[in-house]
């Protein structure tokens, strides 16, 4: 829409515009629009699964945890209440603990001053030589 700014071809007269108003057509095509929107249906993303209906597979009993590792706040390292007092020994206890034919839970159990390279020291150990069940415990009860 615009206004058309000049002389009419001599006489004082302006010249008529005649446009279509189009605003209430934009308005009545939003509203079917918005209509349209509306009652289209809801889109699921789902996938139905059949699941098994008869019983679960029987719980296998839970290795006891034989294995405590306590880390003192001074680096110190005891297996079970013995202090390992090696690289070496830890090594050798880890290997056997990795041979077993059913692995153990390895509780590890760091002070809470102690520095973190000891204890990541000790599960990079146990993770090379194949010990798969090990864990942080938390040191609640440690001394």
């Given at each position: ?21 189009t605003?209430?057509l ?10 349209l ?9 789902a996938?139905?699964?059949?699941m098994?209906?008869n019983?679960?597979?029987?719980v296998n009993?839970?290795?006891p945890v034989?294995?405590?590792i ?12 013995e202090?390992?007092?090696d690289?070496?020994?830890?090594e ?9 034919p ?6 590890l159990?760091?002070h809470?001053?102690?520095k973190?390279?000891k204890?990541?020291?000790v599960?990079?150990?146990?993770q090379?030589l194949?010990?798969?069940k090990?864990?942080l415990v ?6």
């Amino acid at each position: 829409m615009g206004m058309n700014v000049g002389t009419g071809g001599g006489s004082g007269d302006p010249e008529v515009i005649v446009d279509v108003n189009t605003t209430p057509l934009i308005d009545v095509m939003l509203v079917l629009l918005i209509m349209l929107i509306i009652t289209i249906p809801i889109q699921t993303h789902a996938t139905k699964l059949n699941m098994p209906v008869n019983a679960p597979p029987p719980v296998n009993a839970e290795p006891p945890v034989i294995y405590r590792i306590d880390v003192d706040f001074d680096g110190t390292i005891l297996l079970n209440g013995e202090v390992v007092p090696d690289r070496d020994a830890l090594e050798q206890k880890f290997d056997v603990i990795a041979k077993m034919p059913v692995q153990p839970e390895v509780h590890l159990r760091p002070h809470k001053l102690v520095k973190y390279d000891k204890v990541a020291m000790v599960m990079a150990e146990a993770q090379r030589l194949g010990v798969k069940k090990i864990g942080l415990v938390g040191a609640e009860q440690f001394m």
